[in-house]
């Protein structure tokens, strides 16, 4: 789900992939993909809200070269 568009800037949320499909590698191949869509597309930056528990989501999403550089209590509005 990209979220709030803000100038050269937007919000991926809501990342999912089904339970049985987890795994084997398409949710970084397929977020990546998705990746190069949006900054195509949308915007050339893009932040990410994740549960900081989260880790395997976290794992994947540094695999994508996304870093965390701060903290927030909800969602990009």
Known sequence: DVSAVVDDC???QGVWL???FRGQGLGVALLGDA???IRAEIAPQIT???N???QPALRSYARL???QIG???STFY
Do not use: S, T
């Open 65 to 67: 070269g996304f870093q």
């Open 10 to 12: 937007c919000q991926i």
């Open 35 to 37: 990746v190069n869509l």
């Open 71 to 73: 903290q927030f209590a």
């Open 18 to 20: 089904a339970p049985a």
């Open 48 to 50: 990410l809200y994740v």
């Open 52 to 54: 900081a528990f989260n």
